[in-house]
């Protein structure tokens, strides 16, 4: 199986902050990743397919990038709606496997 | 305009089967060329793949859960569905069903049920 490790566990941000989530792959899984955004008691919702496409309707502020193992969310300017749980997700093959989130919160 | 809705009991007793059915509106299994996926979320937990389905019945399942889990498809009523066996409390979540896509029928989801809270308790 493909372990998917994400970090940081959580972070505290202001509004306007920029930040980084990375999520690395315990084997190459070329740009064969996801990212998902969850706000409490609702479904994950899709960010980012294939490392670094934005999902229609997503902000732009959202980007991705990296390839491999070595992967990046980026938030340029983070809004007051983008405090929430973010998962990453390889699809390079099954099992497919998620990382263990990172909670993004007030300062 | 694609909707997935997942329907069962809210609550299954210790050593019991859990049972759930996902029904698919605006999308046809039967012609999509999708594997359609359950995940899972214990309360305050990440999220687990459980398993996928193509509408012949093909299957891949998370290796953790193989052994107590089927995932099957009735391609005449646009629904795919659930079953774990010997559940116990580890197994309480919150179990969605969702489709992949874009750009791949296997691998990540853009759409998703609201998803079903069970509870394992007696």
């Given at each position: ?5 994400q970090s940081p566990?959580?972070v505290?941000a202001?509004?306007?902050d920029r930040v980084t989530i990375t999520c690395r ?10 990212w ?25 502020r959202f980007s991705g990038s990296g390839?491999?193992?070595d992967f990046t969310l980026t938030i340029s300017s983070l809004?007051?709606?983008d405090?929430?749980?973010y998962?990453c ?13 990172t909670?993004v919160?007030?300062? | ?122």
């Amino acid at each position: 199986d493909i372990q998917m490790t994400q970090s940081p566990s959580s972070v505290s941000a202001s509004v306007g902050d920029r930040v980084t989530i990375t999520c690395r792959a315990s084997q190459g899984i070329s740009s064969w990743l996801a990212w998902y955004q969850q706000e409490p008691g609702k479904a994950p919702k899709l960010l980012i397919y294939a490392a670094s496409t934005l999902q229609s309707g997503v902000p732009s502020r959202f980007s991705g990038s990296g390839s491999g193992t070595d992967f990046t969310l980026t938030i340029s300017s983070l809004q007051p709606e983008d405090f929430a749980t973010y998962y990453c997700q390889q699809a390079n093959s099954f099992p497919l496997t998620f990382g263990g989130g990172t909670k993004v919160e007030i300062k | 305009q694609l909707q997935l809705q997942e329907s069962g009991p809210g609550l299954v007793k210790p050593s019991e089967t859990l049972s759930l059915t996902c029904t698919v509106s605006g999308d046809s299994i039967r012609s999509s060329s999708y594997y359609w996926g359950w995940i899972r979320q214990p309360p305050g937990k990440g999220l687990e793949w459980i398993g996928s389905i193509y509408y012949s019945g093909s299957t891949f399942y998370s290796p953790s859960l193989k052994s107590r889990v089927t995932i099957t498809v009735d391609t005449s009523k646009n629904q795919f569905f659930l079953r774990l066996t010997s559940v116990t409390a580890a197994d309480t979540a919150v179990y969605y069903c969702a489709r992949p896509g874009p750009g791949t029928v296997t691998g990540w989801f853009d759409s998703w049920g609201q998803g079903n809270l069970v509870t394992v308790s007696s």
